[in-house]
């Protein structure tokens, strides 16, 4: 078995366009995580920044920028599409 002290803490790679791999992140005892600097830079992630926490129980927990994820919100909250009687499609 690998020596985990030796793996990169973060390898950041490049997927398809606008996708990346940050590496792995240890969990602490506060269950405190550190967001790799790479992701932090790409995503503008800055201290004191509000992220929300998704969880699928099937696929894992994703961060987003909690101004982001209000908008994206907002956006599907106020362009819905009433039919012609009025009510939500």
Do not use: C, W
Not at 5 to 17: F, L, M, N, T
Not at 58 to 70: D, H, M, R, V, Y
Request: no cysteine; proline share 4%.
């Amino acid at each position: 078995m690998a020596d985990d002290s030796k793996i990169k803490d973060y390898i950041h790679a490049a997927g398809p366009e606008g996708k990346h791999i940050f590496g792995t992140v240890k969990v602490g005892e506060k269950g405190q995580i550190v967001i790799p600097r790479d992701a932090r830079r790409i995503f503008d992630i800055k201290p004191g920044d509000q992220l929300v926490m998704l969880g699928d129980e099937a696929q894992g927990i994703a961060l987003i920028k909690s101004e982001i994820f209000l908008q994206m919100v907002a956006d599907e909250v106020f362009h819905m599409n009433p039919n012609e009687d009025g009510e939500d499609e």
